[in-house]
């Protein structure tokens, strides 16, 4: 599932480029995407190459020193994702630049980082479903605002919008049965997520090439 996974976001995050090169209002959802591939490369090299072998050396004891540092880099990465999500929706559907979601980002990654070991587990988990409550909010009332204003939907506000439902998605599954024991769950929500994202930026290529 994994393979599949980086293969559609690399494919989405390169239909997202080509868009972009001739309809600037798209490089938002490039950005985003090009933001996801590199975060969930790093995340997967952290988590696999320190974090679990510190967990099975430390057996449940705090991280320290530099396993420690790559701990809230691996969570910074994280939640980058779900500000990222906010901020498209505020630069898109809500036409602002979000400066605002970047205040909160570094509010909460500071306050993560400084409130260790504290947050961590199901403590941690907690923190994390609260961002996503908070983004998804800011996300589905910027959307809701741009629909009732009645304007026609282009091909940055049909990814936007996917990128907002499958988030969604992930509050409704994932974080509703415990982000850390539904891995495999958000793995599928994003696969899905991935694939709807290819064909309408591959519409909209196929119509600017003909």
């Known amino acids: ?16 480029w080509v868009v ?27 988590r696999i190459g320190v974090l679990a072998p510190a967990r099975a050396e430390l057996a449940g004891a705090p991280f320290t020193g530099w396993t420690r540092l ?21 630069w898109i559907f809500g036409r602002r630049r979000p400066w605002g979601v970047l205040a909160v980002y570094v509010v909460a990654v500071a306050v993560l980082a400084a409130g260790y070991p504290t947050f961590r587990g199901e403590l941690l988990g907690r923190a994390y479903l609260a961002l996503e409550l908070a983004a998804l909010c800011t996300s589905v009332g910027c959307l809701i605002l741009w629909f009732l204003g009645g304007e026609r939907g282009r091909t940055h506000h049909l990814a936007a919008g996917f990128i907002v439902i499958g988030e969604s998605l992930m509050l409704l599954g994932p974080f509703r049965v415990g982000i850390f024991d539904a891995w495999d769950l958000a793995r599928s929500i994003l696969i899905a997520l991935y694939i709807s994202l290819v064909p309408v930026q591959g519409v909209a290529i196929w119509r600017r090439t003909s």
């Open 1 to 16: 599932m994994i393979p599949a996974l980086y293969a559609l976001l690399a494919l989405a995050t390169l239909l997202a």
């Open 20 to 46: 972009a090169r001739h309809r600037p209002e798209h490089r938002p959802v490039a950005w985003l995407l090009a933001y996801g591939l590199a975060a969930n490369v790093v995340r997967r090299a952290i």
């Open 70 to 90: 790559a701990f809230h880099v691996e969570s910074a990465l994280f939640i980058g994702w779900i500000a990222g999500v906010a901020a498209l929706a505020v």
